[in-house]
């Protein structure tokens, strides 16, 4: 389990260590009443996943974990706890034109720069300070099967979906490192234009790091169609950026299971 949050360290000492990074994705407790400054607070919709309280024993893998919101409280379920993220923001399944015109604009030092800012150093300065047993893995989702030394009971991937050109064989390759019977958590945003209707709207903007926003319906049959059973939407939520450009998404979350006899 997890040590008290900032156990020993003073609000100064945390506040520090926070603000040596300098973009955080999620708001994650700290101790001492400090809060990372996140662009995304996940807290008030924890229940709207339906994590299990209780984790003890069990092995789960977060996928695109970022600063780590849910793997750490995961862990603090009993779960023995593996977080996956891109190594770098070159890692990103990006249009490989546009990949190269960004990094030769953004450059090798500044790059270092982005990918400890926004990718490694908030997930390490927090793990640190909560003292939680939390394994990381660097890798795409297609290399995970490859990576992951165990499989796992659970899988969490909350907000990567839309950010794959291949959602379908991204969501066969997170099937591949589930037990048999073993749960999907599946959150995206989703397009609410017709819900009912089994759609994906592409993202045409090569700068925004997105390919697809699915509907729900469509969610459930990329589940289907990637081998898992029992697809089924457990919330709706609206979720708005807290800091940067203002953005509001409706994400759906789904538990799905891969088959026992596969």
Sequence with gaps: MPSPAGKGLTREEIERRVGSVESW????????????????DMRPFVGDYGIPEDLAGLDVL????????FSFLLAARGARVLASELPGFAAHDLPGWWRAKRLAEI????LERIDHHE?????????????APVERIF???EDLSRLV???FDLVLCSNV???????????????????PGGLL???????????????ARFVPDPAVLAWWVPSATALLGMCRKAGFEGAEVRSEFELASRTGPPRRDWIAVVHARRPRDS
């Design 25 to 40: 994705y999620h708001c994650i407790e700290l101790g001492e009443g400090v809060v990372t400054p996140g662009t995304f």
């Design 107 to 110: 450059g090798p030092e500044a």
């Design 149 to 151: 030394e165990r499989p």
């Design 185 to 199: 958590i599946l959150a995206s945003p989703t397009d609410r234009t017709e819900p009912q209707s089994s759609y």
């Design 119 to 131: 990718v490694r150093g908030g997930f390490e300065v927090a793990r640190e300070i909560l003292g």
């Design 139 to 141: 890798a795409r989702m």
């Design 62 to 69: 977060d996928v695109g974990a970022s600063n780590g919101f």
């Design 161 to 179: 979906l839309p950010h794959v050109r291949d959602p379908l064989g991204a969501l066969e390759a997170v099937r591949e490192v589930l037990r």
